[in-house]
């Protein structure tokens, strides 16, 4: 059996860092936004030694190893058939651990089984260790059997500073050979070199996410109840302790990491409902000490010092990035500070770093820049530029993000975005409104949109608009939006959209509605109930017929999918049919563009069809799209070419471009 192939540059045609070679020089307007990143998840081994990049070659991903002196290929790394590079990590100085996925005729997004292997960086001592089909590797007589197993493993800590071992999280899969994150999980010690595992605990409640320490030791479990109820559990002599017990009266508590005393831990969580909080506190006392809170926006971004895995920095987004940090004095600190001022009007993530902190991978980017990695000598204060993400596409040509603010009509506070195109007077402007997915826990960020971009390369002007129900507020923000999808998150949606108008940037004559997911319900019960705002309308990927979510699909077939569903639409018959554009045809005017994947699990075929079935009941005219190999939204660059390409012909019908 062939693990996995190593081939020569030549064979591959494979651009070197920095790129040069290789991008195709005829793409069309589409294909320049929705071709994928050619470098992406950039890192550099422990010792710095060697660098190492995902890219693609021929529709699937490759995993490229260089030398991180010279730039030049050691070997690239790709699975034979239908199976590609998943995600991966340096597990140690030398060598490379990666899952392996497929890509099946059926469905375009790839299928991972939980299969990881391993490599050295020149290419040598290949090794299957963990998956269904493993215990076919082995050599010598006394190492225990690597048994197959039916579960999925996940890279839980790489242990970089273990050369023999890496900890891996491994969910059973149910008797339908089904991943269920809901099912308890263990945790694994797995050989880098021969797989063999020892079991080291095990989650004591579903959908586990652990957190280890600087030694490695799995010290805490967050995962969810049936009822959809965060739990944290802390472990202590080998026992798993519930967090209750430490009486910390916080919700969504979910710790970042140890502090520099080991009974002391940072951790995020929510005080009767606010924003979310960064606290000290201490395990063995339950003493809490809130060191960093923004009163509008929760975090989204924490920042961990590689060295030493502790906390240090705190990201925030309300409107721009800006930076809260928890020690001046740490040595990440400083270096992000260095960072930021050599990168003008750019966010940074350090995502990757030798052990020694002496070599960073830095991406930066922004609203005009999908992204550069760079190569940061912490000691010589050196930055050296490795790759563009994407560099096919010019920045200085790019539209810029305008984040903006207004008052719904109930009196809220709202928050949002304004794509507007270069190079032209920003006074009424063709507008697509572009609501996001979720809706809950979901918002829309400061950053580079490629869909928004794409239109505004055409003149068009593009809103985002985080309404309530949407993530990153608080909780009592979120909640807001709980049982309210058809009405005051629509509301919210239309009075942005009156907001841009009223603001001189739109005219109210030219305005489309696009949304994916649930933004494709939006994009349908906006127009519902604001027939003569929008000119048109296209759903992609939607939900039209609530009922129907607690009957199909994926949210549906687990307890606390169901759960969810009930909290957040409430089993009023009346209240789901008026809130389900389904039901409501009879109530549009806007002309319709109907998106969809036949693979879809989120949002199944069924949701089409029924918004379909009423559309021809009522003999109201529609134009279709469906992609039968696609799930959830578009993973295939030629198919969001093909959407891109038929939404923007539909939109210029629309709106008179």
Same mark, same amino acid.
């Given at each position: 059996?062939?693990?996995?192939?190593?081939?020569?540059?030549?064979?591959?045609?494979?651009?070197?860092?920095?790129?040069?070679?290789?991008?195709?020089?005829?793409?069309?307007?589409?294909?320049?936004?929705?071709?994928?990143?050619?470098?992406?998840?950039?890192?550099?081994?422990?010792?710095?030694?060697?660098?190492?990049?995902?890219?693609?070659?021929?529709?699937?991903?490759?995993?490229?190893?260089?030398?991180?002196?010279?730039?030049?290929?050691?070997?690239?790394?790709?699975?034979?058939?239908?199976?590609?590079?998943?995600?991966?990590?340096?597990? =140690?100085?030398? &060598?490379?651990?990666? *899952?392996?996925?497929?890509?099946?005729?059926?469905?375009?997004?790839?299928?991972?089984?939980?299969?990881?292997?391993?490599?050295?960086?020149?290419?040598?001592?290949?090794?299957?260790?963990?998956?269904?089909?493993?215990?076919?590797?082995?050599?010598?007589?006394?190492?225990?059997?690597?048994?197959?197993?039916?579960?999925?493993?996940?890279?839980?800590?790489?242990?970089?500073?273990?050369?023999?071992?890496?900890?891996?999280?491994?969910?059973?899969?149910?008797?339908?050979?089904?991943?269920?994150?809901?099912?308890?999980?263990?945790?694994?010690?797995?050989?880098?070199?021969?797989?063999?595992?020892? +079991?080291?605990?095990?989650?004591?409640?579903?959908?586990?996410?652990?957190?280890?320490?600087?030694?490695?030791?799995?010290?805490?479990?967050?995962?969810?109840?049936?009822?959809?109820?965060?739990?944290?559990?802390?472990?202590?002599?080998?026992?798993?302790?519930?967090?209750?017990?430490?009486?910390?009266?916080?919700?969504?508590?979910?710790?970042?990491?140890?502090?520099?005393?080991?009974?002391?831990?940072?951790?995020?969580? +929510?005080?009767?409902?606010?924003?979310?909080?960064?606290?000290?506190?201490?395990?063995?006392?339950?003493?809490?000490?809130?060191?960093?809170?923004?009163?509008?926006?929760?975090?989204?971004?924490?920042?961990?010092?590689?060295?030493?895995?502790?906390?240090?920095?705190?990201?925030?987004?309300?409107?721009?990035?800006?930076?809260?940090?928890?020690?001046?004095?740490?040595?990440?600190?400083?270096?992000?500070?260095?960072?930021?001022?050599?990168?003008?009007?750019?966010?940074?993530?350090?995502?990757?770093?030798?052990?020694?902190?002496?070599?960073?991978?830095?991406?930066?980017? =922004?609203? +005009?820049?999908?992204?550069?990695?760079?190569?940061?000598?912490?000691?010589?204060?050196?930055?050296?530029?490795?790759?563009?993400?994407?560099?096919?596409?010019?920045?200085?040509?790019? *539209?810029?993000?305008?984040?903006?603010?207004?008052?719904?009509?109930?009196?809220?506070?709202?928050?949002?975005?304004?794509?507007?195109?270069?190079?032209?007077?920003?006074?009424?402007?063709?507008?697509?409104?572009?609501?996001?997915?979720?809706?809950?826990?979901?918002?829309?960020?400061?950053?580079?949109?490629?869909?928004?971009?794409?239109?505004?390369?055409?003149?068009?002007?593009?809103?985002?608009? =985080?309404?309530?129900?949407?993530?990153?507020?608080?909780?009592?923000?979120?909640?807001?939006?709980?049982?309210?999808?058809?009405?005051?998150?629509?509301?919210?949606?239309?009075?942005?959209?009156?907001?841009?108008?009223?603001?001189?940037?739109?005219?109210?004559?030219?305005?489309?509605?696009?949304?994916?997911?649930?933004?494709?319900?939006?994009?349908?019960?906006?127009?519902?109930?604001?027939?003569?705002?929008?000119?048109?309308?296209?759903?992609?990927?939607?939900?039209?017929?609530?009922?129907?979510?607690?009957?199909?699909?994926?949210?549906?077939?687990?307890?606390?999918?169901?759960?969810?569903?009930?909290?957040?639409?409430?089993?009023?018959?009346?209240?789901?049919?008026?809130?389900?554009?389904?039901?409501?045809?009879?109530?549009?005017?806007?002309?319709?563009?109907?998106?969809?994947?036949?693979?879809?699990? +989120?949002?199944?075929?069924?949701?089409?069809?029924?918004?379909?079935? *009423?559309?021809?009941?009522?003999?109201?005219?529609?134009?279709?799209?469906?992609?039968?190999?696609?799930?959830?939204?578009?993973?295939?660059?030629?198919? &969001?070419?093909?959407?891109?390409?038929?939404?923007?012909?539909?939109?210029?019908?629309?709106?008179?471009?």
């Amino acid at each position: 059996m062939k693990l996995f192939q190593l081939s020569a540059l030549a064979a591959l045609c494979l651009s070197i860092l920095p790129i040069s070679t290789c991008t195709a020089n005829a793409l069309s307007q589409a294909q320049l936004f929705t071709k994928g990143d050619e470098y992406s998840n950039v890192k550099i081994s422990p010792t710095g030694k060697y660098l190492s990049a995902i890219t693609h070659v021929e529709g699937k991903k490759v995993l490229l190893v260089l030398d991180a002196q010279t730039k030049k290929l050691i070997n690239a790394i790709h699975f034979p058939s239908n199976a590609q590079v998943g995600t991966y990590e340096w597990a =140690n100085s030398e &060598r490379l651990v990666l *899952a392996k996925e497929y890509l099946k005729g059926w469905q375009d997004t790839p299928i991972y089984y939980g299969e990881l292997l391993a490599v050295n960086a020149d290419g040598s001592r290949k090794a299957y260790l963990f998956g269904y089909n493993s215990g076919e590797q082995q050599t010598g007589s006394n190492i225990k059997k690597n048994t197959p197993m039916r579960a999925s493993a996940f890279i839980l800590d790489p242990l970089p500073d273990d050369e023999r071992y890496m900890l891996v999280n491994v969910i059973p899969w149910n008797d339908k050979i089904n991943l269920d994150v809901e099912l308890l999980q263990d945790v694994y010690r797995v050989d880098l070199f021969n797989g063999t595992r020892k +079991r080291i605990t095990g989650s004591p409640i579903g959908q586990a996410r652990f957190l280890t320490d600087h030694d490695g030791e799995v010290r805490f479990v967050a995962g969810e109840d049936s009822k959809n109820t965060t739990k944290v559990f802390y472990r202590k002599e080998g026992k798993w302790i519930n967090t209750d017990k430490l009486n910390l009266d916080l919700t969504d508590f979910s710790p970042l990491s140890f502090t520099d005393k080991k009974n002391t831990i940072y951790a995020a969580g +929510r005080s009767q409902g606010t924003t979310l909080g960064i606290y000290k506190i201490n395990l063995e006392t339950g003493d809490k000490t809130e060191i960093i809170q923004d009163e509008i926006v929760d975090p989204s971004n924490f920042w961990i010092n590689g060295t030493n895995k502790q906390l240090y920095a705190v990201e925030f987004e309300n409107g721009y990035p800006s930076y809260a940090f928890v020690d001046n004095e740490d040595s990440h600190a400083k270096l992000l500070k260095d960072l930021l001022s050599a990168l003008p009007g750019h966010q940074v993530r350090i995502v990757s770093e030798t052990r020694d902190a002496e070599k960073l991978i830095v991406l930066a980017f =922004n609203d +005009r820049n999908p992204g550069d990695y760079y190569i940061f000598d912490t000691k010589k204060l050196k930055l050296e530029h490795l790759a563009a993400a994407r560099n096919w596409l010019d920045p200085e040509k790019m *539209a810029e993000v305008k984040p903006i603010s207004f008052t719904s009509r109930d009196g809220k506070k709202l928050h949002g975005y304004l794509t507007l195109p270069i190079g032209k007077e920003a006074k009424n402007l063709p507008l697509v409104v572009n609501p996001h997915g979720g809706p809950h826990g979901i918002r829309d960020w400061w950053g580079f949109d490629p869909q928004n971009q794409y239109l505004a390369s055409q003149g068009i002007a593009v809103l985002q608009v =985080n309404f309530r129900g949407s993530g990153g507020y608080g909780e009592q923000f979120e909640h807001a939006g709980y049982q309210k999808w058809g009405s005051e998150i629509q509301y919210d949606i239309i009075d942005a959209t009156q907001y841009v108008i009223d603001q001189g940037f739109a005219d109210k004559e030219r305005i489309c509605i696009v949304g994916g997911s649930f933004g494709g319900y939006s994009a349908l019960q906006s127009a519902v109930l604001a027939p003569d705002m929008f000119k048109c309308a296209v759903g992609v990927a939607g939900v039209y017929d609530l009922e129907l979510m607690f009957n199909e699909g994926d949210v549906a077939s687990r307890r606390a999918g169901t759960s969810y569903l009930k909290e957040v639409l409430g089993q009023d018959e009346a209240v789901l049919k008026a809130m389900s554009p389904s039901e409501n045809v009879n109530k549009l005017k806007a002309n319709l563009l109907l998106v969809h994947g036949g693979e879809d699990d +989120r949002a199944p075929i069924e949701q089409l069809e029924s918004l379909e079935k *009423a559309l021809k009941a009522h003999q109201y005219p529609y134009q279709k799209l469906v992609m039968d190999n696609e799930g959830h939204g578009f993973y295939n660059d030629e198919h &969001r070419a093909k959407y891109y390409e038929k939404m923007l012909s539909f939109l210029k019908t629309n709106l008179t471009l």
